[in-house]
């Protein structure tokens, strides 16, 4: 296994990211309901290693022989959880851990060395984890608030994450299709915050990561100019 650090980390974290969306999709239309909760464990797994394993060389889930275990124990834990009627506390969990990737994501690419397309990656992987953020307060608020929103017909969190998952990423994107929509105040609210985030986040943040990144290579091409015509004068 390639030995990950914080130059190729979310290479790791988009392929996870990209996983899980489309995993989703695929589980929700050529499978069960159970298939669900076994893809969103896989993916919480490779979301530990590619994001927090890159700050210990010794997190022991970074073993090839430890992946399989650990899914089926956060698989089986999601399972009980769930079939116990504490499915809310599977989601809080899910957003606890999702919220947290999120803070170190963000940490990884803001505050930390120069900007390069490993940076540039975990900017997008920023806004793919918000997008997913939403999906689980979405799903708790239905869960909370029967018929928060409209156009669903069920009240069972693993059927209705998948919706989410695309009603957020609808949202946050702003192309708002109207398939589903939030019927309660608290829901709108959240949707439109959702929006002005997103747009917020693109307009500013990744438009920021890159202008950064063009700024170093041109002090790089400055550099380099002006240490050739040092080498001339000598």
């Not at 009980?80 to 809310?88: C, D, M, N």
């Not at 997913?132 to 608030?145: D, G, N, P, R």
């Not at 969190?157 to 994107?173: A, N, Q």
Request: aromatic fraction near 14%.
């Amino acid at each position: 296994m390639k030995k990950m650090s914080q130059n190729d980390n979310f290479v790791y974290l988009t392929f996870s990211l990209t996983l899980l969306l489309l995993g989703t999709a695929l589980a929700q239309q050529f499978f069960d309901h159970s298939m669900q909760q076994l893809m969103q464990s896989t993916t919480v797994i490779t979301l530990i290693v590619a994001v927090w394993g890159a700050e210990s060389s010794r997190l022991v889930l970074r073993r090839a022989f430890i992946f399989p275990v650990a899914i089926i124990i956060v698989a089986y834990l999601g399972y009980w959880l769930t079939s116990s009627g504490y499915g809310h506390i599977h989601l809080f969990l899910l957003l606890i851990f999702f919220i947290s990737t999120a803070a170190q994501t963000a940490k990884q690419v803001l505050f930390t060395g120069e900007i390069n397309g490993n940076k540039i990656l975990g900017a997008i992987c920023l806004y793919l984890l918000m997008g997913l953020i939403w999906a689980i307060i979405y799903t708790l608020v239905e869960l909370s608030f029967a018929n928060s929103f409209g156009n669903l017909n069920s009240n069972q969190w693993f059927i209705l994450f998948p919706d989410f998952v695309y009603f957020s990423f609808v949202t946050i994107t702003t192309l708002g299709f109207g398939d589903i929509a939030p019927q309660l105040p608290l829901a709108r609210f959240l949707v439109y915050l959702e929006a002005i985030v997103g747009q917020f986040y693109l307009a500013i943040l990744v438009a920021s990561l890159v202008g950064a990144s063009m700024s170093s290579l041109t002090k790089h091409h400055e550099h380099e100019q002006h240490h050739e015509v040092e080498n001339k004068e000598k």
